[in-house]
């Protein structure tokens, strides 16, 4: 980290010695179009993400938590993804988003429903990536919140249950208050996590097309490998390092009012 505060401080290409720029890198970034660009993709990314990848986790928690058939196959399965690598499974998304030969449109028209252009078109192409994002990390999440079903007093459950409490009003009122904890953790690692997304973004549609996906840390690393300005690629991950300081705070903070510690 000191290492890349310092090469942050000068313009460098990798090759030639470094020369001192002072702040000057961070300036040039704060002024430019497409470092405000990045960041709003990211933001794009997260706002689409995180309700998705929570709502689907605490989905498959909630049914998995039930005595069922196979029930630890299940939670198996589901948690797959998770320990796959990353480009194996952009490169599968890719595949089955693929506008004229993926499994997806090829569904889609099935119903008769013409398939979007997915990762080739820039208004898809986000989407795209959300949804390989979400399809990864849901076992995560499932994980997580499953561990706080289970820690959850099963007396207070009943007593719900007794005062006449519906499923519906035992979930919202008893369950999810005391799923609190678990619903903290989870937002501050997928923030954390979102504010980072490179991998799926780089194998799936490289920032494109037309920059539609171009998402902070791709520009960190076009800004090092393609363009060889490792001084501004230092200084942007320094910016992002900063907000998601900011946001982790803030959450740290805010956690305070809606966090229920039973």
Known sequence: MAGSLWVSLHEWDLITPMTWAGLGNYAELLADPATRAAFLHTVAFIAGYL?????????????????????????????????????????????????????VNWLLGVFGIEGPGWWTDPAWAMPSVILASAWKDLGFVMVIMLAGLQAIPREYLDAARVDGAGA??????????????????????????????????????????????????????????RYGRAGDASALSWLLFAVVLVVTLAQVRAQRRWVTYG
């Open 51 to 103: 309700p998705l990848v929570y709502a689907g986790g605490l989905g498959l928690a909630v049914l998995l938590n039930r005595a069922m058939p196979a029930r630890d196959l299940f939670r198996a399965v589901y948690f797959l993804p998770v320990i796959t690598s990353w480009v194996v499974v952009a490169l599968m998304w890719k595949w089955l988003l693929n506008p004229r030969s993926g499994v």
């Open 168 to 225: 519906l009003a035992r979930f919202r009122y008893v369950t999810l208050p005391l799923l609190s904890p678990s619903t903290f953790f989870v937002i501050v690692i997928s923030l954390i996590n979102g504010f980072q997304v490179f991998d799926q973004v780089h194998v799936m549609t490289g920032g494109g097309p037309g920059g539609a996906t171009q998402v902070v840390v791709e520009q960190v690393y076009d800004l090092t490998f």
